[in-house]
């Protein structure tokens, strides 16, 4: 059984770095986007069951990614998990996101919250 | 006052900006809300990221410290604790220029001796530096504010290896700094606020901060034909130091 795939989208470097080492360290696969451009073109190559999401990100941000991966039948239930340094936690209801951390978040709390999203899911039709 | 004599001023009497605590008003005070939103969202990203590769260098195994992993946090955590740094050093001098709290000390400076020492602070990833100054021309302004202002245009001149110019010349009872290189984007010049692109560099305050420094200094920093114009006081009672003071 192959672990969960996570895309964690983030127009900062090292926030990237960072977040993939984290959850690659706990064996889950991780993508990368730097833009919700980017990210829906990595959801359509690489089905990912679970997005990480920064809100503020040149070309697309987060707020339209949601939006415009909502609008696809295929997608719209693919949980996302806000990581945003606004301090805003309003703004994961107003994508239907399933929880949001505020930058800078403990590593426990991102694992966790990435545990509990990835635990009860079914393989995604597709993948 | 000397001919070339230092202008103590005192605090509070510094130029007049739209940005004085005194002018405040509620579109003011709401510019200012969005502007401190972004610059705690600028500060917050280097600070996850050296509290992460921090707590992750003290999980691994000493062998994993000494490989290319531990090399990548290190760096890491450097890298963005430097960014607060700088964002937090440029912050704080916003904050006091916006208060009129920095005590000037205006007196004649060399634009070439001002340049030469803003392209000391700059950032390796700034490309190579072209000058073009006219010989002792002296400006009437705080030295060290004015180095500041160079070290932030050129760090946004130089950005991603372009090459920069910089260029001075004496213009009526001014002197006017051309830097040029990556061109201002549109509406560079205003206070970023959320939404506002990171700097993954920790220099998404250095235009905000030249602006204030402009004004301050009894200036003003303008974007024009891809350069940022950096306009300050010529020096009062004349243009040049005596040869041996300017070129020493």
């Known amino acids: 059984m192959t672990s969960p795939l996570v895309l964690v989208v983030d127009d900062d470097p090292d926030i990237l770095e960072a977040i993939c080492d984290i959850l690659d360290s706990e064996s889950y696969r991780v993508a990368r986007a730097r833009n919700g451009a980017e990210a829906l073109e990595r959801v359509d190559a690489e089905r990912p069951d679970v997005i990480l999401l920064d809100l503020m990100m040149p070309v697309m941000d987060g707020v339209a990614f949601a939006k415009a991966l909502r609008e696809r039948p295929a997608d719209r239930d693919v949980p996302i998990l806000i990581i945003s340094a606004d301090g805003n936690p309003q703004r994961a209801a107003s994508v239907n996101a399933r929880g949001y951390l505020a930058k800078p978040f403990d590593i426990e709390a991102l694992l966790s919250h990435v545990a509990d999203i990835c635990r009860p899911a079914e393989p995604r039709a597709g993948a | ?248």
């Not at chain 2, 992460?52 to 062998?63: D, H, K, V």
């Not at chain 2, 920069?164 to 984007?185: C, Q």
Request: with cysteine.
């Open chain 2, 1 to 248: 006052m000397p001919l070339f004599g230092v202008e103590q001023v005192p605090e509070r009497q510094v130029a007049d900006h739209p940005e004085g605590e005194a002018e405040r008003g509620p579109d003011d005070a709401e510019r200012r809300g969005a502007f401190l939103g972004f610059v705690a969202h600028e500060v917050r990203n280097p600070l996850s990221t050296a509290l992460w590769s921090a707590e992750l260098l003290g999980r691994i195994t000493a062998e994993e410290r000494g490989g290319a992993r531990g090399e990548k946090l290190v760096a890491m955590c450097l890298r963005s604790i430097a960014r607060v740094r700088q964002l937090v050093e440029d912050h704080l001098l916003c904050e006091r220029l916006d208060a009129g709290e920095f005590p000037l000390r205006v007196e004649p400076v060399s634009a070439r001796e001002a340049v030469g020492d803003a392209i000391e602070r700059r950032p390796p990833d700034v490309g190579e530096i072209a000058l073009d100054i006219v010989p002792d021309l002296l400006l009437g302004v705080d030295r060290a504010l004015l180095v500041r202002a160079l070290d932030a245009l050129v760090a946004m001149a130089g950005r991603d290896g372009t090459a920069v110019r910089i260029a001075a010349e004496g213009a009526g009872d001014t002197v006017r700094l051309a830097v040029s290189g990556k061109a201002p984007e549109e509406g560079a010049l205003e206070d970023p606020v959320k939404g506002t692109p990171s700097d993954p560099r920790g220099r998404a305050l250095a235009l905000p901060l030249a602006r204030r420094i402009a004004a301050t200094l009894g200036g003003a920093l303008t974007a024009a034909d891809g350069r940022y114009l950096l306009t300050l006081p010529l020096a009062k009672g004349g243009a040049a130091l005596p040869r041996d003071v300017a070129h020493p």
